[in-house]
């Protein structure tokens, strides 16, 4: 009985094993809910948590890649068009812009009259609706339903998020949604980082602040009974933006989240008692006009945006030229956007299990990492980064994109060691500039993918200087082909001239100590570059104290000016040399006036000539104008110039090609799944193999069988015994 038992049990095993073996289509691993694999889904990752998603307060690109998708300015960059062009977005067409003079007489170009004001005229597109949100929920008499919420309210109603409130509604973009943003940028309570900027050019800006009462007993502020000059409604669908003088980069800022439309009812909302502490705040639940808007807004694990179901017709672009033809940019001409109903963002800290993921196709783009650019990447003989075998195999995608940005190591001008216009000063930054080596930084962590800056205007943007007219002469020499980086000796000369000799402190004698302050992603690279860092500044005898927070925190120090060394870096708002030269604009300090001059550079001579730059055409005078200041800049070296960088961007055989677009980010509208084929390859790349577990369960079980035919005969003479 024991043995027919047995045999039938092992041959139960083999089938097992077998159906084990061609167990296809199983896939355990899949992070995602089963529900989700029939939806249009968008999946990525982000490694930053974003601070704020405010549009008066956000600056940083972590937030604009939220924020971007769900508020509209007026005017955006054309998805196919390069160079880049603005057109309209929710404007009815481009601004009108009139120039007057100092009585008023209206200038018309090519006059020469200077130009005192300038007054940009905007019309809107008239039917445009906000995203369902509950500040414009109203009841069956027409009042609103949670803009006079008791201070017991949320608990009572056992509110914890935005969607725990049961009704929303929407209303119709008007042209005094986007007065009532601007307004905000100008009110102090609000810290907007564009405020000294704007101060300089909207008629009545800086004034502002001044109507505005300063106790208001229950944390809101109605704005829309203080007037601000500079900015005038002429009807629902139309006002205009009054500047003093001519500034013509401010076209560019009308395609920036800063001047997108917010509704006073929302600030109503948002205002009352307890909202903050629940995190129910523009800074968390953006309110917008655009193609998506946030569904879940968990920093810690993942951030969601849903299709905006009131987003107006708008369409994908059905003409482009052949090479957007050529490319498969034109993948859904005429269809309606957006083409997914869902984005999720995951948070990924490690650069390893993002890449992983990727590869088993449960991301749907990817950058490289130095550590897996061998894996995906192959270089030619004639030096063309091309995609490997595996990634070919994979059906994988590669773009190669030279950005419009710059990542450089600042020295905060306010310190009195780093800091102030002293030849000693500048000698020892001059020293530092040649002993941090960045062409082999981006080497040795970036796989050669970009190029060590020569000064603060990145390639692409008007102003970039190429050969031997480009390079900074305080680090670099010409070798008649190339740059060639100066020798260390030159550095320690440079120590020694300020006082520094062999690195030493005159006042200690020991080493110079400086105070490195730096964002740490958590990134397996951070330590090799932390170490890497602290290697070339002991190239000239000086000891680096690095200072690594978190980005937030980071920040906060930056505002105060509480740093005396700090890497950062700038992605272009808009495609014009002075978004660039405006970093070391005196009047935009970071400590003193909150701008974006986070070194705290102050020069008049370098502030008189961007004045006379900014607002000109792109023609030889401006040209001369900026090397004059470029000059300036690697005299005085303010910055390590640091890196200009090129992205690699893998995406799966299912993405659609999207057209890269490095200036704005609005553009996941235009992004499209082939959903199908997605769940075909996900299957076919985690189907797991199983049968070598099986194979060794088999086996094990062989092994022991003579054990147990031991043991059941053990059992039959004890039973005989028993029985005699």
Same mark, same amino acid.
């Given at each position: 009985?024991? =043995? ?70 007026? +005017? ?108 905000? =940028? ?33 944390? +809101? ?6 007037? !601000? ?63 998506? *808007? ?286 660039? +030269?405006? *970093? ?55 910055? !390590? ?53 099986? !194979?060794?369960?088999? +086996? ?7 054990? *147990? ?16």
């Amino acid at each position: 009985m024991f =043995l027919a038992n047995w045999h039938r049990m092992l041959f139960a095993l083999l089938l097992m094993v077998q159906n084990i073996s061609h167990a296809g289509g199983w896939v355990f691993n899949n992070p995602y809910p089963a529900s989700q694999s029939l939806q249009a889904i968008y999946y990525t990752s982000f490694s930053e948590q974003p601070k704020t998603l405010d549009p008066a307060k956000s600056y940083s690109s972590n937030e604009y890649q939220f924020i971007m998708q769900i508020y509209e300015p007026v +005017l955006q960059y054309d998805y196919l068009t390069r160079p880049y062009k603005l057109v309209p977005l929710t404007a009815a067409a481009m601004p009108e812009v009139h120039y007057y003079d100092s009585i008023g007489e209206e200038i018309v170009p090519p006059h020469t009259g200077k130009i005192a004001r300038s007054v940009y005229t905007i019309h809107i597109t008239p039917g445009i609706l906000y995203q369902p949100h509950p500040a414009f929920s109203k009841d069956e008499h027409g009042n609103f339903r949670y803009h006079n919420l008791s201070s017991d309210f949320l608990s009572d109603q056992h509110i914890s998020r935005l969607s725990d409130f049961k009704y929303s509604g929407t209303r119709e973009l008007i042209a005094d949604d986007y007065i009532y943003e601007i307004k905000r =940028l100008a009110n102090p309570a609000i810290s907007s980082p564009v405020y000294g900027l704007m101060s300089e050019y909207i008629e009545g800006f800086q004034e502002y602040a001044a109507t505005l009462p300063h106790n208001i007993g229950n944390g +809101l502020l109605d704005l829309r009974q203080y007037p !601000l000059r500079g900015v005038r409604k002429i009807d629902d669908y139309t006002f205009e933006i009054s500047l003093k003088g001519q500034y013509q980069q401010f076209l560019f800022w009308l395609a920036m989240p800063f001047f997108s439309p917010v509704p006073w009812e929302a600030d109503r909302f948002y205002a009352q008692p307890d909202m903050d502490d629940k995190n129910i705040s523009f800074g968390w639940y953006p309110i917008g006009t655009g193609p998506f *808007l946030m569904r879940e807004n968990n920093p810690n694990s993942q951030m969601v945006l849903n299709k905006n179901p009131n987003y107006r017709d708008t369409r994908f672009p059905a003409t482009g030229s052949e090479e957007d033809k050529q490319k498969g940019y034109l993948h859904h001409p005429g269809m309606r956007l957006p083409l997914i109903e869902k984005a999720v963002f995951i948070l990924e800290k490690e650069t390893i299990p993002r890449w992983n993921k990727f590869l088993q196709g449960y991301y749907d783009l990817s950058g490289i990492s130095a550590d897996s650019f061998e894996q995906a990447i192959q270089i030619t003989r004639g030096g063309e980064a091309v995609l490997s075998h595996d990634m070919q195999k994979k059906g994988m995608r590669l773009e190669q994109v030279t950005e419009p940005n710059i990542y450089y190591l600042g020295f905060n001008m306010l310190d009195p060691v780093v800091g102030g216009k002293t030849k000693r000063a500048k000698k020892l930054r001059q020293a530092i500039s040649i002993a941090v080596n960045y062409d082999e930084f981006i080497g040795i962590f970036f796989n050669g993918r970009g190029n060590a800056a020569q000064g603060p205007i990145p390639p692409g943007i008007f102003g970039f200087r190429e050969g031997e007219q480009g390079i900074n002469p305080y680090v670099y020499t010409w070798d008649g082909a190339a740059p060639k980086r100066r020798l260390i000796d030159d550095a320690k000369q440079l120590m020694i001239e300020a006082g520094y000799p062999n690195g030493l402190d005159p006042a200690t004698k020991k080493p110079l100590i400086l105070h490195y302050d730096v964002a740490a992603t958590g990134g397996p690279d951070d330590k090799a570059q932390l170490n890497w860092m602290r290697k070339q500044f002991a190239r000239i005898g000086i000891a680096l104290n690095i200072r690594s927070t978190q980005y937030n925190r980071f920040q906060e120090k930056m505002r105060h000016g509480n740093a005396q060394l700090f890497t950062w870096g700038w992605n272009a708002d808009y495609p014009d040399p002075e978004n660039f +030269l405006f *970093l070391l604009y005196g009047p935009n300090g970071k400590a003193k006036h909150g701008g974006e001059n986070a070194a705290n550079y102050h020069n008049p001579s370098y502030d008189r000539l961007f004045d006379l730059m900014k607002n000109r055409n792109n023609d030889e005078g401006r040209q001369q104008l900026i090397d004059k200041m470029v000059a300036m800049l690697r005299d005085d070296a303010p910055w !390590l110039w640091g890196i200009n960088s090129q992205s690699f961007i893998l995406s799966q055989q299912w993405v659609a090609p999207v057209k890269t677009n490095s200036i704005s980010q609005n553009t996941l509208k235009y992004m499209a799944i082939d959903v199908p084929l997605r769940n075909e390859l996900r299957n076919a790349w985690n189907t797991p193999v199983l049968w070598p577990v099986a !194979l060794f369960i088999l +086996l094990l079980t062989i092994l022991l069988l003579p054990f *147990l035919f031991a043991y059941h005969k053990k059992q039959q003479r004890r039973a005989v015994r028993i029985k005699s």
